[in-house]
């Protein structure tokens, strides 16, 4: 049997490291055993802000639904809410899910079971998931018209797949 010389082994070794690293910052395997829990109330207008010819300073409801499963558990509300100061919010309650990397928010034109096989055409980021559980808040970009989407989405970006997704029903009344 030949041994194996050291001009073959470091550069093995220095390949699987450099796999090994790549691999740990793709995947950032330690974040199945983590969670990171957000409680934000819904926003509120300050006083100032208000003034005193504001009469509606109430939020209003605009649409709702309960996340369902795709690649990883996903269970609690979305809502998209219209704000007393006029602004708009996707707002996420009792939300459970995994963390992962480069998880983000969405608003889709598909709805939750479709947009597991994609986002669709015009489907808006809101912003980097603050944390897997609790209670959130996401700002809608002015302008956007909130019945143009069907669900809210847990997204992970750097894998193109959904952990969960909400179909957004409108809330009458």
Excluded at 49 to 73: N, Q, S, Y
Excluded at 93 to 119: C, F, H, I, Q
Excluded at 142 to 153: K, N, P, R
Aim: glycine share 10%; with cysteine; hydrophobic share 40%.
């Amino acid at each position: 049997m030949s041994r194996v010389s050291r001009r073959t082994v470091v550069p093995v070794l220095v390949v699987l490291v450099v796999a090994a690293g790549i691999g740990l910052y793709l995947f950032q395997p330690w974040k199945a055993f983590t969670d990171t829990t957000v409680n934000e109330a819904l926003p509120t207008p300050s006083r100032s802000a208000a003034g005193p010819a504001m009469k509606d300073t109430k939020p209003k409801d605009l649409a709702e639904g309960r996340f369902v499963t795709h690649e990883h558990d996903t269970s609690g509300t979305a809502r998209t809410v219209r704000l007393a100061g006029g602004g708009q919010v996707l707002r996420l309650e009792d939300l459970m899910t995994s963390e992962g990397p480069d998880v983000r928010v969405y608003l889709s034109p598909r709805n939750a079971r479709e947009v597991k096989a994609g986002l669709g055409d015009g489907a808006v980021e809101l912003g980097k998931l603050k944390g897997n559980l609790g209670n959130q808040n996401y700002a809608v970009p002015a302008g956007t018209d909130l019945s143009t989407f069907h669900s809210a989405v847990i997204w992970c970006k750097r894998f193109s797949v959904s952990f969960g997704a909400a179909d957004l029903a409108p809330v009458k009344g």
